[in-house]
């Protein structure tokens, strides 16, 4: 562990090998660059440059790489897991970055910035690490509880101070494949059988030779998905009797025979890892050459690093010298698709957000008038009409311009092409309508874009 901080583990290794091991808390591995290969008992996951993968508490994996790669490892310990989230035991967490659907992809950047920084707060090791530590942490913790949270398998509820218990299911998960019985087991834990039977019945809630079989069910699981072994083979190498024994095991648990989930769930073929004798890790402790990798995963989102010290120093300006030269600053869009979307209150809170942020300037409206923020006309009979179709968007407008924000509004002219001088008609009316009501300075400043992607008809003088 890092003396530094107990509960955390941080480590940056180029692996070649690592042997089966027992994880102790939650770990996530995230690959700087390289290739890395994780096992575990029931899948293996091809990880390349950015990827990042969470093993779960209790989870018996084995990994393999190129010997050129880059891994970043973080471990939280389980005490610090259940000091801070009571449903840690009970939980599991699916992260991994091959699977992520588009609308979880941000939040793997998160993750992945937030380890960025977290290894330049390690190296840095100031008087405000602990601090800091314990802010990525927490961040890193939320979205990973918020987002990728499942129910817990009964690996997840192992207690990990039973070193008995460990040594017991830390014994099955390497040696599955071999004939191992209740007897054997306890002579070897120097319990009797009965005891054994009972003491494990009752704290992992299912008997000793279920949880074996279950151990090689997710085995068979992984060689069926990932191998073109035969079935009667998948079944020997995993420690069943016989092709029949195993078939019948595994529609109980699975509701399908091996045949047909392979055919129903094949994945694409990726060899198991090839077991070596000796470990091959090595820790990296270049930390320029560390930075240079860990700033590739912040600079992709140009994400600046705000754990630095404030250093003053004296500057003279000469304000007597004048010039001509026009100062340029940036003008940022954001698009609400109608104008009418103002309205709602949600929206205005992110608008302001926003503004202040980044000195937001235009909002982008998309066909400014070819959409439902302007009433229909209504026939009356007053001189006065007290029903303005522009309604709606006056109340739009006010908050637009009660806030300094101009108007941007794009126009593909195919959207119009269709009645060209109706849109035209109706996009003069409105605009009458606002000189009068917001005045020329103001309105001067919307910007209205004919866009198309070849050339058309559009009328310039329109």
């Known amino acids: 562990m890092d003396e530094r901080q107990r509960d955390f583990y941080l480590r940056i290794q180029r692996i070649g090998y690592v042997a089966p091991s027992l994880n102790r808390g939650i770990e996530f591995v995230l690959v700087i660059d390289g290739e890395l290969k994780i096992e575990t008992r029931n899948r293996i996951y091809q990880l390349k440059d ?25 471990t939280i310990s389980d005490t610090y897991m259940d000091q801070f989230y009571g449903e840690y035991r009970n939980r599991r967490f699916e992260c991994f970055s091959g699977d992520i659907d588009m609308g979880r992809e941000v939040l793997l950047d998160q993750l992945r910035t937030f380890f960025g920084e977290m290894v330049i707060t390690y190296y840095r090791n100031d008087e405000i690490y602990a601090i800091e530590m314990q802010r990525l942490v927490s961040e890193i913790l939320l979205i990973v509880i918020r987002r990728f949270k499942e129910e817990g398998s009964v690996f997840e509820k192992i207690n990990t101070e039973d070193e008995r218990l460990i040594q017991i299911v830390d014994y099955l998960g390497k040696h599955f494949q071999e004939s191992i019985t209740l007897e054997e087991m306890a002579h070897k834990t120097f319990m009797s059988p009965g ?26 699981v992984k060689d069926l998905l990932y191998t073109t072994d035969t079935i009667s083979h998948i079944a020997m190498k995993n420690g069943f009797p016989n092709t029949k024994s195993f078939t019948k095991f595994f ?19 990726v060899g198991t890892i090839e077991v070596t004798q000796m470990e091959d890790v090595e820790t990296l402790n270049n930390t320029k050459d560390i930075f240079l990798k860990i700033g590739s995963l912040l600079s992709e989102k140009n994400n600046t690093y705000s754990n630095t010290e404030t250093r003053y120093e004296e500057l003279h300006l000469d304000a007597t010298i004048s010039t001509n030269e026009k100062i340029y600053r940036p003008d940022y869009v954001l698009i609400i698709r109608e104008l009418k979307e103002i309205l709602r209150e949600d929206v205005r809170e992110q608008v302001l957000s926003v503004k202040d942020e980044l000195h937001l300037n235009f909002i982008g409206i998309r066909n400014l008038v070819g959409n439902t923020t302007f009433l229909p006309t209504v026939e009356t009979d007053e001189l006065i009409a007290t029903s303005s179709p522009y309604f709606t968007a006056d109340l739009a407008i006010n908050f637009l311009k009660k806030h300094d924000l101009s108007i941007f509004s794009r126009v593909d002219y195919q959207d119009i092409s269709t009645d060209e001088e109706a849109y035209f008609t109706k996009l003069n009316g409105f605009l009458h309508h606002c000189l009068l009501a917001y005045g020329e300075s103001y309105v001067s400043k919307w910007h209205i874009l004919y866009y198309e992607s070849y050339y058309s008809g559009v009328r310039e003088k329109n």
């Open 195 to 220: 005891y054994l039977s009972r003491y494990f019945k009752k704290v992992m809630g299912m008997g000793f030779s279920r949880f074996l079989m279950n151990i090689r069910l997710k085995h068979s």
């Open 251 to 269: 529609k109980e648990v699975y509701g399908e025979t091996p045949k047909a989930y392979r055919e129903n769930h094949v994945e694409e073929q």
């Open 50 to 74: 950015k990827d990042l993968l969470i093993i779960n508490r209790n989870e018996l994996f084995e990994m393999q790489g190129n010997k050129q790669n880059s891994v970043l490892r973080f």
